[in-house]
Nanobody, 123 residues
Framework: QVQLVESGGGLVQAGGSLRLSCAASGRTFSNYRVGWFRQAPGKEREFVGR????????YYADSVKGRFTISRDNAKNTAYLQMNSLNPEDTAVYYC????????????????WGQGTQVTVSS
């Protein structure tokens, strides 16, 4: 089992920045790829990005590429989602998830999920 807890969400104005954290406990965090997803009201859960277990490879959705950056510190069992140039369309509950699978954007490959943290971007 891997337990994940997100933090860092909140209310920010358009153009602002936030950094989300995903703290892990349980099994060896460095064995897992970490993905970030988001879900806006009335919409399906959407892939945001993923980082490899070592932290050397990242993937991003086109909607956030160039604005969001995923990183991780395996010594601290924590992954991060740095979000810059936020706009109201980024408003959603953000989730981190852990996976040992290869399909980086498929939520079904992620076995462990955090509870989510709300991000609200005002115009």
């Amino acid at each position: 089992q891997v337990q994940l807890v997100e933090s860092g969400g909140g209310l920010v104005q358009a153009g602002g920045s936030l950094r989300l954290s995903c703290a892990a406990s349980g099994r060896t965090f460095s064995n897992y790829r970490v993905g970030w997803f988001r879900q806006a009201p009335g919409k399906e859960r959407e892939f945001v990005g993923r980082i490899s277990s070592s932290g050397t490879v990242t993937y991003y959705a086109d909607s956030v590429k160039g604005r969001f950056t995923i990183s991780r510190d395996n010594a601290k069992n924590t992954a991060y989602l740095q979000m810059n140039s936020l706009n109201p369309e980024d408003t959603a509950v953000y989730y981190c998830a852990a996976s040992s699978g290869m399909a980086y954007s498929d939520a079904r490959t992620y076995a462990y999920w955090g509870q989510g943290t709300q991000v609200t971007v005002s115009s």
